[in-house]
């Protein structure tokens, strides 16, 4: 298994301009979820979702949009880019097992940076 | 808002030596997590302990969880260069996949 996959691995944008971030996942997991990790701080859930179908937001969403079409992908969606937004971004995903929920598997990482 | 604080904020300790880092949080929880990062890389999970549990262990880490204090701490044993790394924990608070992380210790294993 390939486990959680993201691209690009690096990205600089000018102000203004739009751009997605890719996330997939081979291990079926039902709960994908987009974090973004600024220096000096812990990570900041942007956007998650449950299943195919079905996302919300999470701390931080203003900026972003995300859509899941199937298990494997959820993609965010930079609409307007803004310097306040150049961080990087980690995608994870998770399983529940027995009604319980589990650890979540982590992305490598796309580090944005917005001029 | 970030429901978990560790502390210290930064540890040095020389290789052989035992880490032990906190983590404080705020409201009740579900399940508490440990996880690692080395540099430039993604988070990497170590333990899950969940809130009727009051210790676990993984090779040569220990968690422990004490609810009433709201705390919970990981120990490092006989550290190795390879253990330099950020530690983040991260809350559960209900039974549901929505974790918040605390900003993290960096541990630096001096050999």
């Known amino acids: 298994n390939a486990g959680v996959t993201q691209t690009p691995k690096f990205q600089v944008l000018k102000t203004g301009q739009s751009m997605t971030l890719q996330c997939a996942q081979d291990m079926n997991h039902e709960y994908m979820s987009w974090y973004r990790q600024d220096p000096g701080m812990g990570l900041r859930l942007i956007h998650y979702s449950v299943g195919a179908g079905i996302t919300d937001q999470g701390e931080v969403p203003n900026g972003y949009n995300v859509s899941r079409s199937t298990t494997e992908d959820f993609p965010l969606r930079l609409l307007s880019a803004a310097p306040s937004q150049t961080s990087v971004y980690f995608c994870?995903?998770?399983?529940?097992?027995?009604?319980?929920?589990?650890?979540?598997?982590f992305g490598p990482g796309t580090r944005l940076t917005v001029l | 808002s970030q429901q978990g604080e560790e502390d210290p904020q930064a540890l040095s300790i020389q290789e052989g030596e035992n880490a032990t880092m906190n983590c404080s949080y705020k409201?009740?929880?579900?399940?508490l997590q440990w996880y690692r990062q080395n540099s430039g890389r993604g988070l990497v999970h170590l333990i899950l302990?969940?809130?009727?549990?009051r210790e676990k262990h993984s090779g040569r880490l220990r968690v422990t969880l004490d609810t009433s204090k709201k705390s919970s701490s990981l120990l490092i044993t006989a550290s190795r260069a390879a253990d330099t790394a950020s530690y983040f924990c991260?809350?559960?608070?209900?039974?549901?996949?929505?974790?918040?992380f605390g900003a993290g210790t960096t541990v630096t294993v001096r050999a």
């Open positions: 991260a809350t559960g608070l209900s039974n549901d996949y929505k974790l918040s």
């Open positions: 302990i969940r809130s009727n549990e």
């Open positions: 409201t009740s929880i579900n399940n």
């Open positions: 994870a995903s998770s399983y529940r097992k027995s009604g319980r929920m589990n650890e979540q598997f």
